[in-house]
């Protein structure tokens, strides 16, 4: 670290945290992705597609996801909710509630194309993480024009700067905010075309990597 002539740094947090620990000012590059071309992303009017995207594991909460679709039964002709990620032992009692919920699917461990897919088809990535970084889920998410719900993570509080999502530290006020997403259909059209033009400003690979190139 000490010989580096140039230190890379995905947010504020890590710029700072450089700084603090070895007196070195980072240069911020966004994490990237792919653009897609906005016109090949369709969305379903009559149902709200809702997804969570983790390995099931203990810092991850996966139960929450779960909490979150019991809650919502009065909705479930109006709603879809799928849960992908590698499992772990000691979930089996949580995939038995899984299957108890007609409209909350559990597919398993998903090839990226597959992730990919899933989230042109959905409208709201939820994240219940512990704790988390700055997800690459999140930013591959806003390409695909889905907003984020968000239990704990606002990397660089994008989420309520923006206007990309929402940070709703309890189940229920993720509950209250699906609800008024199903009522509200052009508030929800709305955010995911802001999440979209975002995504392409700030972590299009068009737009981040000549910062990259410069430093070589």
């Known amino acids: ?21 070895f007196k070195k000012c980072g240069i911020r590059v966004n ?18 597609t809702i997804v969570w995207i983790a390995n099931l594991k203990v810092i991850k909460q996966p139960e929450l996801f779960v909490e979150l679709a019991q809650k919502l039964e009065s909705y479930s002709d109006k ?6 990620g590698r499992f772990a032992s000691g979930y089996e009692s949580l995939l038995s509630k899984i299957e108890d919920i007609e409209y909350l699917e559990y597919r398993g461990e998903l090839k990226q194309e597959e992730v990919f897919a ?8 939820v994240n219940t993480s ?3 970084g700055f ?7 806003w390409m695909r024009k889905n907003i984020v719900f968000s239990l704990n993570s606002n990397p660089d509080d994008i989420l309520t700067s923006y206007n990309v999502g929402y940070l709703l530290p309890s189940v229920d006020l993720m509950q209250d905010k699906i609800v008024e997403m199903i009522e509200n259909r052009e508030k929800l ?9 975002y995504v392409i400003q700030n972590h299009s690979i068009e737009k981040c990597m000549p910062k ?3 430093l070589l």
Do not use: P
């Open 1 to 21: 670290m000490k010989k580096a002539t140039s230190v890379i740094t995905q947010n504020k947090y890590q710029q700072q945290q450089l700084l603090d620990r």
């Open 31 to 48: 994490q990237m992705t792919e653009s897609i071309d906005a016109t090949h992303i369709v969305k379903d009017d009559d149902v709200l």
């Open 79 to 84: 709603i879809r909710m799928i849960m992908c």
């Open 118 to 125: 899933l989230l042109e088809e959905s409208d709201i990535l």
């Open 130 to 132: 512990v704790v988390e």
């Open 135 to 141: 997800s690459n889920t999140f930013v591959q998410a």
């Open 189 to 197: 059209h709305s955010m995911q075309k802001v999440a979209y033009n």
């Open 212 to 214: 990259v190139l410069d």
